[in-house]
């Protein structure tokens, strides 16, 4: 039996049947697209997570620098004041014996 023939008597079990058919189909490949969506939407946040776990160890290891840094700045800071006053007496002891 042509289905164009079933579908043109609305009050046949064939129209039905083919009605019910279509509309079972499209809602599974509308089931289909929703969970192709989902699958996407989650692949989308591991990535995501992976890169924020990513650039949460670059930020922590540039902070450790960082404080590396500033510890080493602050220890030659000291050091080029301790070596100035040092020179600084040398000089002052040195125009004393000149005098």
Do not use: H
């Not at 989650?42 to 949460?56: D, M, P, T």
């Not at 902070?63 to 040092?86: C, G, H, I, N, P």
């Amino acid at each position: 039996m042509d289905i164009a023939l079933v579908a043109a008597f609305p009050f046949s079990p064939g129209y039905v049947m083919v009605r019910l058919t279509e509309r079972l189909l499209s809602l599974l490949r509308k089931r289909e697209s929703f969970s192709a969506a989902i699958a996407e939407a989650s692949s989308s946040l591991e990535r995501a997570a992976s890169l924020v776990g990513s650039l949460q160890s670059e930020v922590t290891e540039r902070s450790r620098q960082l404080e590396q840094l500033v510890a080493d700045y602050e220890r030659y800071k000291t050091l080029a004041a301790t070596k100035q006053e040092e020179a600084r007496a040398f000089l002052n002891e040195l125009d004393r014996q000149m005098r």
